[in-house]
């Protein structure tokens, strides 16, 4: 202050001076304001060498500005930016309170211009500082040369490399470091160096054209981590990297459809077609021509067409010495100038078989029979052969002419024959299967229908036997009666042979197995007797029924077969009672010297 007063007083006239001076020596001293300078690790003071994370929360209260006035004055504090910068903060005047109200972003901006300011009401002091803006790890790794497709022989060798994956991550410190990684089911068959990211084809492995044209390879990009709003955080990005399978002629022939079988039937000609044959260059990418011959096992009965793999009859098949030929077809490349090359093999299995003219034949002991019969008793145990039905079947054609099925036809599921699928020539057996419902009270006889029926010819040439079965029948029944129990009712003076109530048993068995006998039996049944076949209850002849003495009787009846099967009812009686008897005074005598006219109550 002095010195811009001496200044000014050395180029102003004197007539001014004395006044200037004057009013200089009389006023009173006034100093600027200042910031207090705390350094920069500091919460307050003058913003110098502040430094915020770019993943400070808007709001967020960051820092203090704080300073003073020589004089004691009150100061205020301000806070400005250059013209067109955008205002990241604002001050509270009073306390000097800075806040953030916009969003940082350090890959966009690294630092933040302010000026800052301190005033006592007549001087203000203004200063500049920077805020520098920190890194968080907010950003993940981004690829720079992916997707992408990369063209590859298959004859590359293990360990070849084959592209260089490049991500960068804009975040600085471990935050900004990448590694690399592939997901996946191809990282068996490929690799990548965590660092360099380059890829290669995995040690041991190798590139095949004909099992896979093209792979799709995922790498991650994974940055080395960092802090994020108070904690640690690591962020990856993914892309695809196509990977192209150029073919090269490094693989032979291969035939398609194998394994190959072809038929000469009885009726073929010289001439005939027996099969046609069918190969690929097994680089299919860039194939060669084909050409066939045969090699070996044609016994000079066969021949093939060198272009398209038709194989043809020579002979008559009356001349043919065999069954069965296995043909042995070479398929060779043909290269440039003709010139053969890689060759493939595949046998051709060539069988001899006759035509579907005979249709399965059902055959007893003395020849084709189509009736067979059986006697037999009812119940046989489960499981059980009927050894007396003897049943052969034949078909005399040949392979698949002569494969069917066998079906039994009839009630329920009584019977099975096995076996269900024949060859040529099979024993029938039929067995028993559910005993049970082999019943003689509900058949006398079984009819079945035994079907035989081809299995894989247009034709399906069929045959039918019946199997009729006799049942003879056993005691396999119990008596049962008509009802559980029998009620009945009988006056007191009936005379002794008087009948009481019929009760009725039956029996489904057949003969004496069926016959029904009665007998009675219990305490109650001393007053009883009953018709051992005709189930008729009547009374003793000697007995005399009492109501008085006692009213009801119960009994069991049994009816039992000639076998000792039995089963049981009960009967329950009751004697009615009737008015047979005149009142009778006690013995007691009773005297009693009454009045004349008064009223007497006799009791018997």
């Known amino acids: 202050m002095v010195e811009a007063f001496c200044v000014a007083w050395w180029k102003t006239p004197v007539s001014k001076v004395f006044s200037t001076s004057l009013s200089f020596f009389t006023a009173q001293a006034d100093f600027a304001p200042y910031f207090y ?15 915020l994370s770019e993943d400070t929360t808007v ?4 820092y203090t500005l704080n300073g003073t006035d020589p004089e004691g004055q009150e100061v205020r504090y301000g806070l400005a930016f250059d013209p067109g910068s955008k205002q990241y903060f604002i001050v509270e ?5 800075i806040t953030l109200v916009e969003r940082l972003d350090r890959e966009k901006q690294d630092s933040v211009d302010v000026l800052v300011s301190i005033t006592d009401g007549r ?10 803006v920190m890194d968080a790890n907010d950003e993940k790794p981004e690829f720079q040369n992916m997707p992408t497709i990369v063209n590859v022989l298959e004859t590359a060798q293990p360990g070849s490399s084959l592209f260089q994956v490049q991500a960068l991550d804009r975040d600085t410190g471990s935050g900004g470091s990448v590694t690399y990684y592939i997901q996946g089911a191809q990282s068996s068959l490929f690799s990548i160096d965590r660092h360099s990211g380059i890829l290669r084809i995995r040690t041991g492995e190798t590139l095949d054209y004909e099992k896979s044209k093209t792979h799709f390879v995922t790498v991650i990009a994974k940055d080395g981590g960092g802090d994020f709003n108070g904690r640690e955080q690591f962020m990856s990005s993914s892309a695809s990297l196509t990977v192209n399978v150029i073919d090269q002629q490094d693989t032979p022939p291969s035939f398609v459809g194998t394994p190959y079988f072809g038929f000469i039937y009885e009726v073929s000609v010289p001439g005939s077609e027996i099969y046609t044959v069918l190969a690929k260059d097994g680089d299919v990418g860039d194939p060669n021509p084909i050409v066939y011959s045969l090699d070996d096992g044609d016994d000079g009965v066969f021949g093939i067409n060198k272009t398209n793999g038709r194989i043809t009859l020579l002979t008559h098949p009356i001349n043919l010495k065999r069954e069965i030929f296995n043909v042995k077809v070479r398929a060779s ?4 100038g003709g010139r053969l090359m890689d060759f493939g093999l595949a046998t051709v299995v060539i069988r001899m078989v006759d035509l579907n003219n005979n249709p399965p034949t059902f055959y007893g002991e003395k020849g084709p029979q189509n009736t067979f019969q059986l006697t037999m008793y009812e119940h046989p145990p489960e499981g059980e052969i009927l050894r007396g039905l003897k049943i052969t079947v034949n078909d005399s054609d040949q392979g698949a002419n002569a494969k069917f099925n066998l079906q039994l036809i009839g009630p329920g599921r009584m019977l099975k024959v096995v076996p269900q699928t024949v060859l040529n020539e099979a024993q029938v057996t039929i067995l028993v299967e559910d005993s049970s419902a082999m019943d003689y009270e509900k058949y006398q006889f079984l009819t079945y229908k035994l079907l035989a029926v081809e299995i894989d010819t247009p034709e399906r040439f069929s045959a039918t036997a ?10 396999d029944n119990a008596p049962k009666f008509s009802s559980d129990y029998y009620i009945a009712r009988i006056p007191e003076n009936s005379p002794g042979g008087t009948n009481v109530v019929s009760v009725t048993a039956t029996d489904p068995d057949s003969g004496l197995w069926g016959e029904v006998k009665y007998s009675i039996y219990g305490s109650g049944a001393d007053l009883f007797l009953i018709q ?3 189930g008729i209850v009547y009374t003793q002849p000697w007995a005399s029924l009492d109501a008085e003495v006692r009213s009801k009787y119960n009994f069991y009846v049994k009816a039992e077969d000639t076998e000792g099967k039995y089963s049981l009812a009960e009967v329950f009686v009751t004697v009615l009672d009737l008015n047979d008897h005149p009142p009778e005074f006690n013995e007691n005598l ?7 006219g008064a009223p007497v109550k006799i009791q018997v």
């Open 333 to 336: 490349e043909v290269g440039p």
């Open 590 to 596: 009773l005297e009693k010297t009454m009045v004349i």
């Open 59 to 62: 709001g967020t209260h960051i």
């Open 532 to 534: 051992p076949t005709s």
């Open 466 to 475: 019946d199997i009729i079965i006799h049942l003879l029948d056993t005691n």
């Open 123 to 132: 001087s203000k002091v203004v200063e500049r500082v920077t805020v520098f």
């Open 93 to 97: 005047p009073v306390s000097g309170d």
């Open 37 to 51: 300078d705390n350094g920069p690790y500091s919460q307050n003071g003058n913003l110098v060498l502040f430094s």
